[in-house]
């Protein structure tokens, strides 16, 4: 990641205590997983107090040992597993999406339902940026908005980028389809163990997990697929509308779901994610900028703290309705906000409209600014070299450093390689077309998407996919 610690906002004490009360609500409300799961019978043949309405109440000590017992660290690789990103405590990977319904048309402008071949190009666009680590599902295909529509959206993904993946589904037979697609790619459910190819997020409301979000993260784990379970209460309408009260609701639903993932398999990935959001109280909607950052600072240092990963990161995505001045205010300050927390993800960049709209302009700036983040990140050195007395002394105090050899062996290392901002601004004077942020950012945007190509996957492997699909399809028509 880089030299310099990240910044807490929460004394010690005070995150011990949010914890603390996590593992009260636990132990004395419960948490619920829908009747009939399989995931209840786990829970009674470890010693867990069950009731019939599906009410587990965990007890402090299962959950201790769960967090301690978990894979604290987990690498994803690219498609044909050559290389990997590295998720943990320590370093932040960036993500494009995630499902939104709707894209900004690059013709007209205007927003649209999202399909197949937005989440294609959408996806080519992020296999060429070089701050993009992984990508997810960006945008939905509505007219498939099934679980037919949930496979191909994997297949989707992995045929426009050969960069490592994150997966969501609503059913929990996408993800044994999935699993399976994967295998092939990797060439068997063993080396899939082995080289995961992606990481698993599932979505359970607060404090509450229907059969088909419990069935994913043991069908995840007994695979060997890293998985990911974040709730995304909301302050005020399903959660309390208080910081430390939405964090515990939201740190109990995570900790319910790691204890799952370690009682099928000790030792597996099976971490936290969850997201903490908040009701605007004056118009309803979802919002409140400063509850939400300061909440997303205290969750990711109370994982920390736990010495977790936290997969929750907020950066990239804006209330607002289109990629406009509102957009980018929110955009850049929820990225620098990551320059202090350091979630080990983020998975939201290019989102707008609180999470209803995608816009590829909006990525293609978070990308830049991943990149202004990256560079912060490696801070700056402090021996002989860079404090440069010699060089200064030989100057001396009236003299000039733009003609001096260091200025040239460092000029380039000490600045960021920015593609809209600094140097790319338009000033007075300047031959260039005087264009704004959005018009540079669209010409990139234009000359990615006509001129980038990824690397293509094997027809032996479309093949096979394409028929894993169609094999699905008729068992599922019987």
């Not at 995570?254 to 009682?263: E, P, R, S, Y």
């Amino acid at each position: 990641m880089g030299r310099n610690a990240p910044y807490d906002i929460l004394a010690v004490d005070e995150a011990q205590r949010i914890i603390d009360a996590a593992m009260e609500l636990l132990d004395t409300s419960g948490v619920v997983f829908e009747p009939g799961s399989q995931a209840l019978q786990i829970f009674t043949d470890n010693g867990c107090d069950v009731s019939s309405d599906g009410i587990v109440r965990i007890a402090p000590e299962l959950v201790y040992e769960a967090l301690s017992s978990t894979a604290k660290t987990v690498k994803i690789w690219d498609r044909d597993g050559s290389a990997n990103i590295q998720i943990d405590k320590d370093h932040t990977c960036f993500f494009p999406g995630m499902t939104c319904i709707k894209v900004f048309d690059l013709e007209t402008g205007e927003v649209r339902g999202s399909n197949r071949e937005d989440l294609e190009t959408i996806t080519r666009v992020a296999d060429a940026l070089p701050n993009i680590d992984g990508v997810t599902i960006a945008c939905k295909n509505i007219d498939r908005s099934d679980i037919f529509g949930e496979i191909d959206e994997f297949s989707a993904m992995a045929e426009n980028t050969s960069k490592p993946l994150e997966y969501l589904c609503e059913h929990s037979r996408s993800l044994d389809v999935v699993i399976e697609m994967a295998a092939a790619i990797r060439g068997s459910h063993e080396a899939l163990r082995e080289k995961p190819y992606f990481i698993h997020i599932v979505t359970p409301l607060p404090l509450n997990f229907a059969t088909s979000h419990s069935d994913q993260i043991i069908a995840a784990v007994r695979a060997g697929v890293p998985v990911v379970s974040g709730t995304l209460p909301i302050g005020g309408a399903t959660s309390p509308i208080t910081i430390a009260g939405c964090m515990v609701q939201s740190l109990a639903t995570d900790f319910a779901a790691m204890v799952l993932g370690q009682l099928v398999e000790k030792g597996a990935f099976c971490m936290g994610g969850s997201d903490v959001s908040f009701m605007e109280p004056s118009t309803g909607g979802i919002g409140s900028f400063v509850q939400a950052s300061l909440a997303d600072m205290a969750i990711i240092q109370v994982m920390r703290q736990l010495d977790l990963p936290s997969l929750t990161g907020i950066a990239g995505c804006s209330a607002a309705r289109r990629f406009n001045q509102d957009a980018v205010w929110e955009i850049s300050s929820t990225m620098m906000q990551t320059f202090y927390s350091r979630p080990a993800t983020c998975d939201y960049l290019g989102t707008l409209d609180g999470g209803i709209s995608y816009s590829p302009h909006a990525l293609l700036l978070c990308d830049d600014l991943a990149g202004l983040l990256r560079k912060m990140w490696k801070g700056f050195e402090t021996d002989e070299e860079h404090l440069a007395l010699d060089v200064a002394r030989t100057v001396g105090p009236y003299g000039n450093y733009l003609a001096n050899w260091h200025t040239v062996n460092h000029c380039r290392s000490q600045v960021w390689n920015t593609k809209y901002f600094g140097p790319n601004i338009p000033l007075n004077g300047d031959s260039r077309p005087d264009l704004d942020l959005f018009d540079r950012i669209d010409a990139d945007l234009r000359r990615i998407i006509r001129d980038h190509r990824p690397e293509p996957m094997a027809d032996r492997l479309l093949n096979q996919l394409q028929a894993i699909q169609k094999r699905f399809v008729e068992r599922y028509q019987e």
